[in-house]
């Protein structure tokens, strides 16, 4: 395989990363905490675009409480986001562990 060819590969690898970057802002990813009580979404970018809280929850008394469950559901959603993010780059790959490209979303 010349160098040219090498280039040219790493080109459309190059392309084809940033389109599944692109389609994972689409994606999304659900994180909850206390029996759904708290759900937090994250697109496949690990940005929070919702949090969604039951009403039963929401009290002066339970802040600390619902503080808890609001972190708790915001690293399940992130670590949900991060996993659909290496799902989609292994598709790329074909699963090869390849330096710098595997590890984007570790």
Do not use: C, H, Y
Request: aromatic share 0%.
């Amino acid at each position: 395989m010349d160098m040219s060819s090498l280039m040219q590969q790493a080109q459309q690898m190059q392309a084809k990363m940033v389109t599944i970057q692109e389609e994972l802002k689409s994606k999304t990813a659900a994180g909850t905490a206390g029996g759904g009580m708290v759900t937090v979404t994250a697109n496949g970018n690990s940005e929070i675009i919702s949090i969604e809280i039951e009403k039963d929850i929401i009290s002066v008394d339970e802040k600390e409480m619902l503080q808890d469950l609001i972190t708790a559901a915001t690293n399940d959603a992130l670590r949900k986001a991060k996993a659909l993010g290496k799902e989609e780059m292994a598709k790329l790959t074909g699963g090869m562990n390849i330096p710098g490209v595997s590890n984007l979303f570790s």
